[in-house]
């Protein structure tokens, strides 16, 4: 069955400071994640895909197969980065195609 | 455009009682899912359509949980009769089809409490 762990509840730092938000997987086909935030009141929300290999908002996250992580990361946080944060493993199998989530991380930037 | 809407924003119900979730996703968006999200956890997928057929249910507790997607647009999540550990935030997020690394589009969510 695959899984994804995050296993920082919590995590605080400094504005400036860098920022990793850990994720792993377990799942023994090819893997497509994602990171979803949640900022307060508002909607979850797609904050970027590892297959794009992109950088959103400053964020960037590289798909380690080897070390089966996905780590979300930023050189310097900023204090509206401040939000949920929930790594995500899409489905696969017979057309379905929902998401499993991780427990999520609280992530607090403190000024 | 316009987001996931989903109704109504709160219930409170005792235990043993039903309870009607309603979801109206982004226009022409083919893939609807239910999510189930308990206090401290990640949202985990109750049921995913294509269009109006069932995709994936396998993690709907089908004794209790019914969901239907009538014509393919809105869907509607039913818990009869609700119990304790159903107290949870239901969301419903769309997608505009089955395809690898689209986005999911997320409601609001319906926050339940049993009591």
């Known amino acids: 069955a695959q899984r994804v762990t995050q296993p920082e509840k919590l995590l605080s730092v400094f504005k400036g400071a860098p920022v990793e938000l850990k994720c792993n997987y377990s799942y023994s086909g090819s893997p497509e994640l994602f990171w979803y935030v949640q900022y307060s009141r508002q909607r979850l929300q797609l904050l970027l895909r590892h297959i794009s290999r992109e950088s959103i908002k400053g964020f960037t996250a590289d798909l380690n197969k080897g070390e089966t992580s996905f780590h979300l990361k930023k050189p310097f946080a900023q204090e509206e980065d401040s939000a949920m944060y929930y790594c995500?493993?899409?489905?696969?199998?017979?057309?379905?195609?929902?998401?499993?989530f991780g427990k999520g991380t609280h992530l607090i930037i403190q000024p | 455009e316009a987001g996931v809407a989903q109704s109504p924003r709160y219930k409170i119900i005792e235990k043993r009682q039903s309870v009607a979730f309603w979801c109206n996703p982004i226009s022409g968006h083919a893939t609807l899912y239910w999510y189930q999200q308990i206090l401290g956890q990640g949202p985990k997928l109750l049921i995913q359509f294509q269009n109006n057929g069932v995709v994936d249910d396998s993690q709907l507790p089908k004794d209790r949980f019914s969901a239907e997607r009538l014509k393919g647009v809105d869907s509607t999540l039913k818990i009869q009769p609700a119990k304790l550990e159903d107290s949870a935030v239901y969301l419903c997020?769309?997608?505009?089809?089955?395809?690898?690394?689209?986005?999911?589009?997320f409601g609001p969510g319906t926050r339940l409490t049993v009591l």
């Open positions: 995500a493993l899409r489905n696969s199998g017979g057309g379905a195609d929902g998401l499993t």
């Open positions: 997020a769309s997608s505009p089809d089955r395809d690898s690394y689209n986005e999911q589009f």
